[in-house]
């Protein structure tokens, strides 16, 4: 059988190598793999976030995915060759103030009710594993198991993975899915070619329901929520381990890389597809990283960019079949793609090979926005 | 007579045009002219500062480049076929508090004694003259005749002007003078090759001291002063003039270019020749720019870029003889070196051609430094 996956993101490129892990042939079409939010993402991965604890199913998915990844990533190295960056050497969230220590403390309960190993810290605590912090900090959680993976690293491995099994890459645009009677079976290219699968898998993120050729209806729309992110840079890494600050209602996270990179994100704006770097979200994002770590203004500002997080109507994943036979979707994972790449990738490859749809997957089909 | 000029920026390349003006010979050297502090800067021409207010040579030297300018840039753009972004449509300095308007009041009684038109404008006139002003605002000044001129048009108009007239561009660096008994003959080349010359420029900046070859205590240290700029982007121009902000003791200027580029600066840092862009220096310029134009956290931030400003041991301009014969500078002029670029360049064309030393050069001689 022959799938072919329109969109090279982390989630589809995650998809197409487990695809040709079951034995699946498999075609990728993507001008620019892994260049939109995949590029953009800090890739944390932390035990959960208080978003998704209120969600039941979202939670599951989340937790089903942190359980997979350290498999997920020592199988990724292992075919690639490649170091994705994957560290578990813990997630640190700090307030600032006391409405923030008190949020701490209701998502500290909740992880500790799902088994989750998390610390409360208080302020001397949180300085003694993170020296740069405010001393202003007033106190804190350790998630020890969890941490972060570097999306940057994390794409080039797939395709790495992907050529080992014997997987295609186009580097071309799909512009329309091609019909046979009420049936998938192919999509065409912006240059005039086209390309045939038994199974036509749309992951393009919010630029999904853009594809042509489709009765309405069949993909919802997935709007852009854009995130302006900065990455600082020094000689040293700055901080010791992934760190989430709140203060005042909002919140910053700052991802170190080995290399001295600094990830500080993001900004949440409904824009449409803009992708403008603005004063005002550098400005914002510099303001909280300082707030968080005072010491921060000396480090390079090596780059500002944006990435363009696909959201669904109801801003949940969408993934599975649709009414369209032969038709797929994997789009949707808003601000947690990375997130949930492992977990996504199985119930793809799983769909794809078995036409197994697990329990987990029921409450994000495509088919729910239907009617 | 062949000159030989080492360094490209502004001041180089217009001494080169006056000099190829008068009749000589010239060669400029430099691998890539336009490209380090005249590429950062942005270009304002206001028609004095506080800070030259108090010193009268300087004081003296800006106002006759000031007179110097739009014959200047007539010429220039005549020769060169290109324009060079001179605007004349006046300066806005406006306060934020009670203390930055009593520096604009003494600011504007010393220029009114110079002759310099200037008008007091209270709050509601700075608004109607700015609309996108923070409504805070407490008072202003405006210069009507003066401006800005961009410099980023300026050197590619130089080096065409050099061009037309015959002048020679060596895209090479220059790593020392050649000595001929105790009189300086030419420059030798990184790539090994040598240019000889019958008088050697030396306007190179803050590399200027780097150039071997020479006796000590002939070119004094001309030390980098780290300036981080930043260039923001909108449709259409946000600002309708060149306005410099005060507030808390501290400014920022806002300069606007027709195509909707508007240009912030600047930071004033001695940290030798690092040429980062820190998150700090970017905080400190947007904070400073949303002070005075609230609504500028809309616009993209286009560049961040950092110049290093030439400076003396006495932070005044360096132009004339040495006392090696044959051997000139021109550097050390900190932050106003657009804005000395045509009485600097008729100066070193005066002394090249005629060995006229004129009485407004006396001051900035580099032998001061000797002994």
Same mark, same amino acid.
């Given at each position: 059988?022959?799938?072919?996956?329109?969109?090279?993101?982390?989630?589809?490129?995650?998809?197409?190598?487990?695809?040709?892990?079951?034995?699946?042939?498999?075609?990728?079409?993507?001008?620019?793999?892994?260049?939109?939010?995949?590029?953009?993402?800090?890739?944390?991965?932390?035990?959960?976030?208080?978003?998704?604890?209120?969600?039941?199913?979202?939670?599951?998915?989340?937790?089903?995915?942190?359980?997979?990844?350290?498999?997920?990533?020592?199988?990724?190295?292992?075919?690639?060759?490649?170091?994705?960056?994957?560290?578990?050497?813990?997630?640190?969230?700090?307030?600032?103030?006391?409405?923030?220590?008190?949020?701490?403390?209701?998502?500290?309960?909740?992880?500790?009710?799902?088994?989750?190993?998390?610390?409360?810290?208080?302020?001397?605590?949180?300085?003694?594993?993170?020296?740069?912090?405010?001393?202003?900090?007033?106190?804190?959680?350790?998630?020890?198991?969890?941490?972060?993976?570097?999306? =940057?690293?994390?794409? +080039?491995?797939?395709? @790495?993975?992907?050529? %080992?099994?014997? &997987?295609?890459? /186009? $580097?071309?645009? *799909?512009?329309?899915?091609?019909?046979?009677?009420?049936?998938?079976?192919?999509?065409?290219?912006?240059?005039?070619?086209?390309?045939?699968?038994?199974?036509?898998?749309?992951?393009?993120?919010?630029?999904?329901?853009?594809?042509?050729?489709?009765?309405?209806?069949?993909?919802?729309?997935?709007?852009?929520?854009?995130?302006?992110?900065?990455?600082?840079?020094?000689a040293e890494p700055y901080l010791r381990r992934t760190t989430r600050a709140v203060a005042g209602g909002s919140a910053v996270y700052l991802v170190p890389r080995s290399n001295g990179e600094l990830v500080v994100g993001a900004t949440y704006?409904?824009?449409?597809?803009?992708?403008?770097?603005?004063?005002?979200?550098?400005?914002?994002?510099?303001?909280?990283? =300082?707030?968080?770590? +005072?010491?921060?203004? @000396?480090?390079?500002? %090596?780059?500002? &960019?944006?990435? /363009? $997080?696909?959201? *669904?109507?109801?801003?949940?994943?969408?993934?599975?079949?649709?009414?369209?036979?032969?038709?797929?979707?994997?789009?949707?994972?808003?601000?947690?793609?990375?997130?949930?790449?492992?977990?996504?990738?199985?119930?793809?490859?799983?769909?794809?090979?078995?036409?197994?749809?697990?329990?987990?997957?029921?409450?994000?089909?495509?088919?729910?926005?239907?009617?």
């Amino acid at each position: 059988m022959h799938v072919v996956i329109v969109g090279g993101g982390v989630i589809g490129l995650s998809t197409a190598w487990r695809a040709l892990e079951r034995g699946l042939e498999v075609t990728v079409v993507d001008p620019a793999p892994g260049s939109e939010a995949s590029h953009a993402s800090a890739g944390m991965l932390p035990p959960a976030n208080e978003l998704i604890l209120e969600q039941e199913d979202l939670l599951r998915l989340c937790l089903s995915s942190r359980e997979r990844y350290p498999a997920f990533v020592a199988g990724l190295e292992a075919v690639s060759g490649r170091s994705v960056g994957f560290r578990r050497d813990g997630v640190l969230d700090v307030a600032f103030d006391q409405d923030g220590l008190a949020a701490l403390e209701e998502v500290r309960k909740l992880e500790e009710s799902l088994g989750i190993a998390i610390e409360r810290l208080d302020p001397g605590e949180c300085l003694a594993h993170e020296p740069a912090l405010a001393p202003t900090v007033t106190g804190g959680l350790l998630a020890p198991d969890d941490g972060a993976i570097d999306p =940057r690293e994390m794409t +080039p491995a797939l395709l @790495a993975a992907i050529d %080992a099994h014997g &997987g295609l890459l /186009l $580097r071309e645009r *799909a512009i329309e899915v091609i019909m046979e009677g009420d049936r998938a079976a192919g999509v065409r290219l912006a240059g005039g070619a086209s390309v045939r699968g038994d199974k036509i898998v749309l992951a393009a993120g919010c630029w999904t329901h853009g594809i042509g050729g489709l009765p309405p209806g069949v993909v919802p729309e997935i709007r852009p929520v854009k995130g302006q992110i900065l990455r600082l840079r020094s000689a040293e890494p700055y901080l010791r381990r992934t760190t989430r600050a709140v203060a005042g209602g909002s919140a910053v996270y700052l991802v170190p890389r080995s290399n001295g990179e600094l990830v500080v994100g993001a900004t949440y704006e409904e824009r449409g597809y803009d992708t403008t770097v603005t004063a005002g979200g550098v400005c914002e994002l510099l303001d909280k990283a =300082r707030k968080a770590l +005072p010491g921060v203004g @000396a480090l390079e500002l %090596a780059e500002a &960019g944006v990435g /363009l $997080r696909p959201a *669904a109507p109801d801003d949940l994943p969408v993934l599975g079949a649709t009414a369209v036979p032969g038709l797929l979707l994997v789009t949707g994972h808003s601000r947690i793609g990375v997130q949930l790449t492992p977990v996504t990738a199985d119930l793809m490859a799983g769909l794809l090979a078995d036409d197994l749809v697990a329990g987990l997957a029921e409450p994000f089909a495509p088919t729910r926005f239907a009617g």
